[in-house]
C-alpha cells in the first residue's frame, strides 16, 4: 500500500515533466532526485518581506532564508499549495498570490544533504500576522526589501542558497514586488497554475495587524534573532554556512527543449 498523496512529492524529468512521486518526508539526502517545489515571499501591503529562520530537523536549519517553501502534491494547483503551507508553516492567510519566476531551477548541498528542484518563485501578501509553527521556523522579521536586497546581493547579509540566487534576478525586474508577475506558460509543465489566479497589480496601503522590522523568535518575542530596526549590524556570511554549501547547476533557470 503507497504512501498517503499529501505526503508525496512530484518527480520530475529534466523537462519538467512528472516522472513519478516519492515520500516527502525522505526525498531529501545526498542524491535527491528532480523534484517540483516553490519558494515564496510574502510582503505585507507596505511593502516589507517577511524572511524566517529554518528551524532546526529541517534541511538548512538555522539558515534566514525567504518567506517559506514547500512541495505542491501530485495533482495540486501550485497556488493551492502556497495557500495551504502558508497557513501550515507560518499561520499566515496569504491573498494576491503572483508567480514571478516560473523557470526557476537549482541544486545546493549542504552538509551532504542535497535540494534539487524545479522551484517556481512567487510572491503574496499576508493578511494575518505571523504565528510559526516552531518545528518549521525559529525566528522571523519584517524586512525593508530594498535594503535587505541590497545586502544579499552585495554579501553583507546571508541568507539561503536558493534565496540569495532568487533575490539577485528579482531585483532585475524592477524595485517593487507589484512589478514582477510573470506568465504561467513559462511554468514545468508538471506544474498546475489554477485559472485565473494570477491578480493584477495591487495597489494597497498598509495592512492591519502586520508586524515591524524587528525580529522575533518563536516562543521569545522580539529582538532576540538578531535581525531588525534594534540590530542592524551588517553581517558577513557565516563561515560554516560558505564552506560547507556546495551549488552545483544552480545557475540553470530553465528547462531544455523538450524532444
Not at 525559529?138 to 530594498?146: L, S
Not at 525580529?215 to 560554516?240: D, E, I, L, M
Request: aromatic letters at 6%; proline letters at 8%; glycine letters at 10%.
Amino acid at each position: 500500500m503507497g504512501m498517503p498523496v499529501e505526503d508525496r512529492v512530484v518527480l520530475l524529468d529534466e523537462w519538467g515533466l512528472p516522472a513519478g512521486t516519492a515520500d516527502r518526508r525522505t526525498v531529501h539526502d545526498d542524491r535527491t532526485p528532480l523534484h517540483l517545489a516553490f519558494s515564496c515571499y510574502v510582503f505585507d501591503r507596505a511593502d516589507r518581506l517577511l524572511i524566517t529562520r529554518r528551524a532546526a530537523g529541517k534541511t538548512f536549519a538555522g539558515v534566514w532564508t525567504n518567506s517559506f517553501c514547500g512541495h505542491p502534491r501530485p495533482g495540486e494547483a501550485l497556488d493551492d499549495a502556497i495557500a495551504r503551507r502558508g497557513r501550515e508553516e507560518l499561520g499566515l492567510e496569504l491573498a494576491d498570490i503572483r508567480l514571478v519566476l516560473p523557470d526557476f531551477r537549482y541544486r545546493a548541498e549542504l552538509d551532504g544533504i542535497v535540494e534539487n528542484e524545479m522551484c517556481p518563485v512567487v510572491t503574496a501578501r499576508a493578511v494575518s500576522a505571523p504565528a510559526p509553527d516552531p518545528t518549521e521556523v525559529d525566528a522571523f522579521a519584517w524586512v525593508e526589501w530594498e535594503a535587505f536586497s541590497e545586502e544579499v546581493c552585495a554579501g553583507t547579509r546571508s541568507v539561503s542558497v536558493w534565496s540569495e540566487e532568487q533575490i539577485g534576478r528579482l531585483r532585475a525586474l524592477g524595485p517593487r514586488a507589484s512589478w514582477w508577475p510573470a506568465s504561467p506558460e513559462r511554468l514545468p509543465p508538471a506544474a498546475l497554475w489554477s485559472p485565473g489566479a494570477q491578480p493584477e497589480r495591487d495597489r494597497g496601503g498598509p495592512a492591519e495587524g502586520v508586524l515591524d522590522e524587528e525580529a522575533h523568535v518563536v516562543g521569545q518575542g522580539r529582538g532576540a534573532a538578531g535581525f531588525g530596526t534594534n540590530s542592524r549590524k551588517r553581517a558577513r556570511r557565516s563561515s560554516g554556512m560558505t564552506s560547507s554549501v556546495k551549488i552545483t547547476s544552480s545557475s540553470v533557470h530553465g528547462m531544455p527543449p523538450r524532444p
